[in-house]
Nanobody, 121 residues
């Protein structure tokens, strides 16, 4: 079984910064893509940023040039550095990982429990 544990969510003032972390634990062969999603009250969950196993990144238009996703494969951890935070960034942020359980060509998606980010003065 694979477990994803997020950390780093907090209350921050507009213009501030936060760094979210998500560590994967358990038994698996490899981790393919990893990403961060967010869900604001009354809205659907949306993709914020993702990074492939080769390090290719992509971002939602709303966070480009403000957020940076990175991963440390030695620690099975993905990070989201969030700068110039805005009130509209307020949401529960979820980590997602596409995990390959064995050497077989099959992957499964796992989710973390979520971490609250609130941007308010």
């Amino acid at each position: 079984q694979v477990r994803l544990v997020e950390s780093g969510g907090a209350l921050v003032q507009p213009g501030g910064s936060l760094r979210l972390s998500c560590a994967a634990s358990g038994t698996f062969f490899s981790i393919n893509a990893m990403g961060w999603y967010r869900q604001a009250p009354g809205k659907q969950r949306e993709l914020v940023a993702s990074v492939t196993s080769l390090g290719t990144t992509s971002y939602a238009d709303a966070v480009k040039d403000r957020f940076t996703i990175s991963r440390d494969d030695a620690k099975n951890t993905v990070y989201l550095q969030m700068n110039s935070l805005k009130p509209e960034d307020t949401a529960v942020y979820y980590c997602n990982a596409l995990v390959r359980p064995s050497a077989l060509p099959y992957s499964r998606a796992y989710w973390g429990q979520g971490t609250q980010v609130t941007v308010s003065s």
